[in-house]
């Protein structure tokens, strides 16, 4: 197992950006593909991004592509998502998740962190 924590959730205004980052531990980093996820108050968590193991594939939620961005640098066993042009929308808790694929991350992750808030303000 991977242990995973995220950081970098605050509060923003409308229009702003904010980099999310998810640093993990334990088995070797550049075996899993990396995503997040978000879960909104009174809804259920859904998919934000992924990447696979080797950063050549990325895939987005249809609400999130052209503002967010997730990118990873295995050699600081780190992934980011960069989020732009915010939405009183994306408020939520945001959730950095690995597994072995980016298929597999993007559907049932194995591996979760315990969240960061992001609140977008209008």
């Known amino acids: 197992q991977v242990q995973l924590v995220e950081s970098g959730g605050r509060l923003v205004q409308a229009g702003g950006s904010l980099r999310l980052s998810c640093a993990a531990s334990g088995r070797t980093f550049s075996s899993y593909a990396m995503g997040w996820f978000r879960q909104a108050p009174g809804k259920e968590r859904e998919f934000v991004a992924a990447?696979?193991?080797?950063?050549?594939?990325?895939t987005y939620a249809d609400s999130v592509k052209g503002r967010f961005t997730i990118s990873r640098d295995n050699a600081k066993n780190t992934a980011h998502l960069q989020m732009n042009s915010l939405k009183p929308e994306d408020t939520a808790v945001y959730y950095c998740?690995?597994?072995?694929?980016?298929?597999?991350?993007?559907?049932?992750?194995?591996?979760w962190g315990q969240g960061t808030q992001v609140t977008v303000s209008s």
């Open positions: 998740a690995a597994g072995s694929t980016i298929l597999i991350v993007s559907t049932t992750p194995s591996s």
């Open positions: 990447i696979s193991r080797g950063a050549l594939s990325t």
